[in-house]
């Protein structure tokens, strides 16, 4: 969602902060705008992309070696050019961005109003650059005291950049629920709402806390407190991102890249983890502190939204058969808010990609103050979900820019399979035998990953056949279920098809009525336990004339014979079969996205990280 960016330093300020807001649009926007301070400040926003932006920009001044960027999400008004950030107050000596949401904003807004603000925006945004310029009136010299002063009165979830006309060597940032990244340079700041803009200029970089107030200064000194003015010192950390994971590198799209880039994703997974099959050892640091709470857990809990809900879904089955263990899936908004019972002995995982995610975030802070052991799996590190956990595992699928989430998927999958594993062995619930069995089968996907991607160009020729329907269905049962729902939510985000998900058996139950034969239904039946039952469905497909397209394991001529279409994916244990079963669905959709001229990577009304709930 919204994304911030900002730099102090000798440089100019623009080309930078565009350059940032274009590695931020992936996270979905609807406007852009720019800040930019020498003589004055000067605000550019514009509804749009970011190139509408630039062209809008083309012919103006924009010097200047402090500013602030945006993209914004529209959540309180219409994306248009007015309520695109910047906003600043009525004579433009205080400008800001923001990423989140003021939820007293409409009971400061009246305040403000009594005392003769005047508002040109329907943003809660806006609200802020009055406020801090009320506070200072009050005769506050020190411009990030009066900024940390005005946060006092704030409740709901921001990160924010602000700049002052009296303060031309400073910008002031602040995070309270919302990312914020300081990239640390030779005397100069960069900052941004995730550290792929900073990538480029600096390796050190500063996780801001929650509730943290850090003043950068132009000569390169920086001061960190709390929003009660306590002082902080800062941790630089030093930053692990290639600039070329942040590059298409060849590919049309990002999700093409990130769909290729599964067996190096999932091997990165696995590394330094799966240390022996032989020997069946399994090795994950990330947990260790809390190995006794896993140990000794009488439930487990995955706590997630979208494509990491479904991974979540994969991780109970896989918990279930391997530990015995109750385990739950929830949907974190639901979650939160449905007065949840927390036991002591309960073991929570938030799963998000991101990290980020303002329902997962917020259900899993839920639980800890429940009482329960909070565990993130999560791929971007040093995320606000990572740090907010006991413990967590990183599921090291590099950076996913496109919004439609592949690799994080299934190298979600891998970790919790290990961590499974990992608890199984301990508790003694599953015997080395079995688990070296998995282990060399996870070994392998990786190479079998790389062979349903062979398949390319022959599912775009199946995706052609299909890119005009109107609706799809996927049906799966066990391990096929939650792949038969990813599959689906890939299809209805890049291509607007309408597509559900369903558990085949239940499709009798309703879904059976929409078939007829412009009804493409795709039906995921690798061998395994559900095999004869699936096949059964499929026949039921076939007697209402819908279009089947089977996902079957290598050689399978069963399914063939009443299938319109199929895509063999290698053989492989149950367990494992989503992590293949779920690439020729993520190759499908790619390309019927694209073959119906869809922006892939960008699609409407989508966002990449939902940081509001
Ligand atoms: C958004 C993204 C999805 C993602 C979901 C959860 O909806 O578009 O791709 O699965 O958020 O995100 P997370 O970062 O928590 O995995």
């Given at each position: 969602m919204c994304g911030i960016v900002g730099y102090i330093g000798k440089k100019e300020a623009y080309p930078i902060i565009i350059g940032g807001l274009k590695r931020l649009e992936y996270r979905g926007y609807d406007s852009a705008g720019v800040a930019l301070f020498s003589d004055a400040i000067r605000v550019f926003k514009h509804k749009g992309k970011v190139a509408d932006l630039e062209k809008f920009i083309a012919e103006k001044n924009t010097s200047g070696a402090l500013g602030i960027g945006h993209t914004r999400w529209a959540t309180h008004g219409a994306p248009n050019d007015v309520n695109a950030h910047p906003h600043g107050t009525e004579d433009g000596g205080i400008v800001l961005?923001?990423?989140?949401?003021?939820?007293?904003?409409?009971?400061l807004k009246l305040f403000l109003e009594k005392k003769g603000h005047i508002f040109s925006s329907e943003t809660d945004t806006e609200v802020l650059a009055h406020l801090i310029e009320e506070v200072e009136k009050g005769g506050e010299s020190d411009f990030s005291s009066v900024v940390r002063m005005a946060l006092q009165k704030v409740s709901g979830a921001y990160a924010i950049a602000?700049?002052?006309?009296?303060?031309?060597?400073?910008?002031?940032?602040?995070?309270?629920?919302?990312?914020?990244?300081?990239?640390?340079?030779?005397?100069?700041?960069?900052?941004?709402?995730d550290a792929y803009p900073l990538a480029e200029y600096t390796k050190r970089v500063i996780y801001l806390e929650d509730g943290e107030v850090a003043s950068l200064f132009r000569d390169g000194r920086m001061e960190i407190k709390t929003i009660t003015h306590e002082s902080h010192t800062p941790q630089i950390q030093v930053l692990d991102i290639e600039l070329e994971a942040l590059e298409k590198s060849g590919f049309d799209h990002f999700m093409q890249k990130e769909i290729h880039e599964q067996p190096r994703a999932i091997c990165d997974s696995l590394r330094g983890r799966l240390y022996s099959v032989e020997d069946a050892v399994i090795q994950l640091g990330g947990i260790q502190n809390i190995e006794e709470k896993l140990l000794a857990a009488k439930q487990f809990t995955f706590l997630a939204c979208g494509t990491s809900w479904h991974a979540g879904l994969i991780g109970k089955k896989i918990f279930e058969e391997i530990l015995r263990i109750p385990t739950r899936t929830e949907y974190a908004s639901e979650f939160r808010y449905g007065n949840p019972i927390i036991g002591k002995d309960e073991v929570f995982f938030g799963v998000s990609q991101s990290g980020e995610t303002a329902d997962t975030l917020a259900a899993i802070q839920c639980a800890k103050e429940g009482g329960g052991t909070i565990v993130g799996i999560c791929n971007v590190v040093g995320s606000s979900i990572a740090r907010a956990a006991h413990a967590g595992l990183y599921t090291h699928a590099g950076p996913e820019i496109g919004v439609a989430s592949t690799k994080a998927f299934t190298t979600q999958i891998t970790t919790l399979l290990l961590l499974a594993l990992y608890i199984g062995?301990?508790?003694?619930?599953?015997?080395?035998?079995?688990?070296?069995?998995?282990?060399?089968?996870?070994?392998?996907?990786?190479?079998?990953?790389?062979?349903?991607?062979?398949?390319?160009?022959?599912?775009?020729?199946?995706?052609?056949?299909?890119?005009?329907?109107?609706?799809?269905?996927?049906?799966?049962?066990?391990?096929?279920?939650?792949?038969?729902?990813?599959?689906?939510?890939?299809?209805?985000?890049?291509?607007?098809?309408?597509?559900?998900?369903?558990?085949?058996?239940?499709?009798?139950?309703?879904?059976?009525?929409?078939?007829?034969?412009?009804?493409?239904?795709?039906?995921?039946?690798?061998?395994?336990?559900?095999?004869?039952?699936?096949?059964?469905?499929a026949e039921e497909i076939r007697a209402r004339k819908g279009k089947i397209i089977a996902v079957v394991s290598e050689g399978d001529r069963r399914l063939e014979r009443i299938a319109d279409d199929y895509m063999e994916i290698p053989k492989i244990d149950d367990m494992l079969s989503p992590l293949l079963s779920v690439v020729p669905l993520q190759l499908f959709a790619y390309h019927s996205a694209v073959l119906r001229g869809c922006d892939v990577d960008r699609p409407r009304n989508l966002a990449k990280s939902v940081t509001v709930e």
């Amino acid at each position: 969602m919204c994304g911030i960016v900002g730099y102090i330093g000798k440089k100019e300020a623009y080309p930078i902060i565009i350059g940032g807001l274009k590695r931020l649009e992936y996270r979905g926007y609807d406007s852009a705008g720019v800040a930019l301070f020498s003589d004055a400040i000067r605000v550019f926003k514009h509804k749009g992309k970011v190139a509408d932006l630039e062209k809008f920009i083309a012919e103006k001044n924009t010097s200047g070696a402090l500013g602030i960027g945006h993209t914004r999400w529209a959540t309180h008004g219409a994306p248009n050019d007015v309520n695109a950030h910047p906003h600043g107050t009525e004579d433009g000596g205080i400008v800001l961005v923001h990423n989140g949401i003021i939820e007293n904003y409409a009971t400061l807004k009246l305040f403000l109003e009594k005392k003769g603000h005047i508002f040109s925006s329907e943003t809660d945004t806006e609200v802020l650059a009055h406020l801090i310029e009320e506070v200072e009136k009050g005769g506050e010299s020190d411009f990030s005291s009066v900024v940390r002063m005005a946060l006092q009165k704030v409740s709901g979830a921001y990160a924010i950049a602000v700049l002052s006309a009296k303060n031309p060597d400073l910008l002031v940032v602040a995070r309270k629920g919302s990312p914020l990244v300081v990239g640390v340079g030779e005397k100069e700041f960069y900052v941004a709402s995730d550290a792929y803009p900073l990538a480029e200029y600096t390796k050190r970089v500063i996780y801001l806390e929650d509730g943290e107030v850090a003043s950068l200064f132009r000569d390169g000194r920086m001061e960190i407190k709390t929003i009660t003015h306590e002082s902080h010192t800062p941790q630089i950390q030093v930053l692990d991102i290639e600039l070329e994971a942040l590059e298409k590198s060849g590919f049309d799209h990002f999700m093409q890249k990130e769909i290729h880039e599964q067996p190096r994703a999932i091997c990165d997974s696995l590394r330094g983890r799966l240390y022996s099959v032989e020997d069946a050892v399994i090795q994950l640091g990330g947990i260790q502190n809390i190995e006794e709470k896993l140990l000794a857990a009488k439930q487990f809990t995955f706590l997630a939204c979208g494509t990491s809900w479904h991974a979540g879904l994969i991780g109970k089955k896989i918990f279930e058969e391997i530990l015995r263990i109750p385990t739950r899936t929830e949907y974190a908004s639901e979650f939160r808010y449905g007065n949840p019972i927390i036991g002591k002995d309960e073991v929570f995982f938030g799963v998000s990609q991101s990290g980020e995610t303002a329902d997962t975030l917020a259900a899993i802070q839920c639980a800890k103050e429940g009482g329960g052991t909070i565990v993130g799996i999560c791929n971007v590190v040093g995320s606000s979900i990572a740090r907010a956990a006991h413990a967590g595992l990183y599921t090291h699928a590099g950076p996913e820019i496109g919004v439609a989430s592949t690799k994080a998927f299934t190298t979600q999958i891998t970790t919790l399979l290990l961590l499974a594993l990992y608890i199984g062995q301990k508790k003694k619930t599953i015997d080395d035998v079995r688990i070296k069995k998995i282990l060399r089968a996870l070994s392998d996907v990786s190479e079998k990953t790389e062979t349903v991607l062979t398949m390319d160009s022959y599912i775009k020729d199946i995706a052609r056949k299909y890119k005009d329907a109107k609706n799809a269905l996927y049906l799966g049962r066990g391990y096929g279920f939650p792949v038969a729902l990813e599959g689906a939510l890939k299809l209805k985000e890049i291509s607007y098809i309408h597509a559900e998900g369903y558990p085949a058996a239940e499709m009798k139950h309703g879904p059976i009525a929409l078939v007829d034969e412009y009804m493409p239904v795709i039906i995921i039946a690798p061998e395994g336990p559900s095999y004869e039952k699936i096949m059964s469905n499929a026949e039921e497909i076939r007697a209402r004339k819908g279009k089947i397209i089977a996902v079957v394991s290598e050689g399978d001529r069963r399914l063939e014979r009443i299938a319109d279409d199929y895509m063999e994916i290698p053989k492989i244990d149950d367990m494992l079969s989503p992590l293949l079963s779920v690439v020729p669905l993520q190759l499908f959709a790619y390309h019927s996205a694209v073959l119906r001229g869809c922006d892939v990577d960008r699609p409407r009304n989508l966002a990449k990280s939902v940081t509001v709930e």
